[in-house]
Structure formats: structure tokens, C-alpha cells
């Protein structure tokens, strides 16, 4: 995977990989927990359009990292997004998907995530 490259481009320890991989998917467990109240407050369809900005503002972070805390700070930004969409994705599918068709739908979002 990509870490070969981020040990060697940050000269990461394997403490500082570890942080980095378990950033990601801590954020992402947190963030799946509050989703579901923002999905019952703000609605599905923002919850998913605001987890894409997240995604591109995680995304931003990694691209332009120029050292290890901002590394982890777009992992977890990243992560959030990954947990809010992660929850809010197949309920939206399922709401706006016709009877016929749901089951599918979020069968396929499924087997794709």
C-alpha cells in the first residue's frame, strides 16, 4: 500500500504508522456515532453532501501534508467523512431507491464499500 512511500517521504516510526492507519479508522467510529443524530436532525441528503466536503477537505490536507501532525490531521479528517457517509449512504439509498429496486441498490452500495 501507500505507507512504503509515507514512511520513507516522512520518516515515520512505527509508533507514528501505527497512529497514522488507526487515525483513520478511530475518526471514522466516532464520526458513525454522532451521524445518526445529525441524520435525524439535518436529514440524509445534507449529511451526505456535507461528508463529501469533509472528503475533500481531508483529501486537501493529504495531498498538501508537509509533515507528520498535518499527515494525521487529514487522516482524521478523512475518517469522519468515511463514518458519516458510511452510516448515512445506505439509509438515503434505501429512502430514495423505488420498493423494487432498494434492495439491490443497497446491496450493490454495499459489496462496493
Same mark, same amino acid.
Given at each position: 500500500? +501507500?505507507?512504503?512511500?509515507?514512511?520513507?517521504?516522512?520518516?515515520?516510526?512505527?509508533?507514528?504508522?501505527?497512529?497514522?492507519?488507526?487515525?483513520?479508522?478511530?475518526?471514522?467510529?466516532?464520526?458513525?456515532?454522532?451521524?445518526?443524530?445529525?441524520?435525524?436532525?439535518?436529514?440524509?441528503?445534507?449529511?451526505?453532501?456535507?461528508?463529501?466536503?469533509?472528503?475533500?477537505?481531508?483529501? @486537501?490536507?493529504? $495531498?498538501?501534508?508537509?509533515?507528520?501532525?498535518?499527515?494525521?490531521?487529514?487522516? &482524521?479528517?478523512? $475518517?469522519? $467523512?468515511?463514518?458519516?457517509?458510511? @452510516?448515512?449512504?445506505?439509509?438515503?439509498?434505501?429512502?430514495? +431507491?423505488?420498493?423494487?429496486?432498494? $434492495?439491490?441498490? &443497497?446491496?450493490?452500495?454495499?459489496?462496493?464499500?
Amino acid at each position: 500500500g +501507500a505507507m512504503l512511500p509515507l514512511k520513507r517521504a516522512f520518516a515515520l516510526t512505527p509508533t507514528q504508522q501505527e497512529v497514522v492507519v488507526s487515525s483513520t479508522v478511530l475518526a471514522a467510529f466516532f464520526a458513525s456515532a454522532v451521524a445518526g443524530p445529525l441524520n435525524n436532525k439535518y436529514g440524509r441528503r445534507p449529511c451526505c453532501l456535507w461528508s463529501a466536503r469533509i472528503f475533500v477537505v481531508g483529501s @486537501l490536507l493529504l $495531498g498538501l501534508a508537509w509533515d507528520y501532525p498535518t499527515l494525521v490531521l487529514g487522516r &482524521v479528517v478523512v $475518517g469522519i $467523512g468515511i463514518g458519516v457517509a458510511s @452510516l448515512t449512504t445506505p439509509i438515503y439509498i434505501a429512502e430514495m +431507491a423505488a420498493p423494487e429496486m432498494r $434492495g439491490t441498490l &443497497v446491496t450493490v452500495n454495499t459489496f462496493l464499500v
